[in-house]
């Protein structure tokens, strides 16, 4: 079995929230062997990530998910 090629739009037609977007930089460093920069780059969106959730805590906005949303009771 083969597996299917993605079909993805081009970069700059993503949004920046994108996963192949989003995670470029920090692919591209382990792809290239840069382990210090990787690492470097994924502690930069990780801290980026806390600092959004502590601003929305503080604003007393709640998160909620896009496109999936929690399920807490069978049907």
Sequence with gaps: ??????ICPPPEEQLPNESRRFW???STA???K???DANRIKQV???????????RK???IEWR?????????PD
Aim: aromatic residues 8%.
């Design 30 to 32: 382990i792809q290239e």
């Design 24 to 26: 470029q930089e920090l």
């Design 45 to 55: 969106i990780e801290q980026n990530q806390r600092d959004k959730a502590a601003e």
């Design 58 to 60: 503080a604003s007393n």
């Design 34 to 36: 840069r382990y210090n």
């Design 65 to 73: 998910p896009r496109f999936f949303t929690e399920i807490t009771e």
């Design 1 to 6: 079995m083969m597996p299917v090629p993605k």
